[in-house]
Every structure is written in C-alpha cells, then in structure tokens.
C-alpha cells in the first residue's frame, strides 16, 4: 500500500519557522516530480513548490518564493519544506504529493496521483 505522511505542521507565531517532511512508503518515486499543496480553510488546494526527482529543478509559488525551500532525499524516501519568515496568510493544511508519471507535473492537481493526508500549520500574528 502506498503512503505519503507528512509531519511537522503546528502552532507558530508570525516571522517564525517550520520544517515539515513526507516520508513515502509502499513503493519508490524515485523517477517521480514531488511537491507541496496547501490548502486554507474555505479555499481551493493551492501549488506551493515542487522539485524534479533528481533535485535539480525546483518550482515556487509566487507567494513563497524566497521564504521556502522545498527538498528530497530519494535515498529516505523523504520530501522536506523548509518554511521561514511564516505570514499568517500561510496558514493551511499542507499536503504532500507524487506525480503519477516521469514527466513535470507543475502546479495541475491532475498530474497528481498520490496524497498525503496533510499537517496543519497555523501561523499566528
């Protein structure tokens, strides 16, 4: 069975910093684009950053370039995003997701065919 977990989301005041990381289980994506979504409460699942398999590409969103960095570690099945000077408009639940092929996704939800179930994080003022 195929699992994307994500963990640590929590409580942050403004200006602060998270790190949150998705560890893969059940099979290997290593040949897979990997990427971070979030979604606010009444709002649509938005594209925050995405990175190739390789490491050598990585994507932003407008609204987080320069504040986050998104990373992998194939060898740990791991995908990290590194969240600095957090606005509370970054506030959401964090999701976690894999590509369902070799080629780049970008920011289309449809291109996604693996999920995490998501960490909250909440950015207070």
């Known amino acids: 069975q195929v699992q994307l977990v994500e963990s640590g989301g929590g409580l942050v005041e403004a200006g602060g910093s998270l790190r949150l990381s998705c560890v893969a289980s059940g099979r290997t994506f290593s040949r897979n684009a990997m990427s971070w979504f979030r979604q606010a409460s009444g709002k649509e699942r938005e594209f925050v950053a995405s990175?190739?398999?390789?490491?050598?590409?990585?994507s932003y969103a407008d609204s987080v370039k320069g504040r986050f960095t998104i990373s992998r570690d194939i060898a740990k099945s791991t995908l990290s995003l590194q969240m600095n000077t957090l606005k509370p408009k970054d506030t959401a639940v964090y999701y976690c997701a894999a590509s369902l092929s070799s080629l780049w996704p970008g920011s289309d939800l449809r291109n996604y065919g693996y999920w995490g179930q998501g960490t909250q994080v909440t950015v207070s003022s």
């Open positions: 990175i190739t398999w390789s490491g050598g590409t990585r």
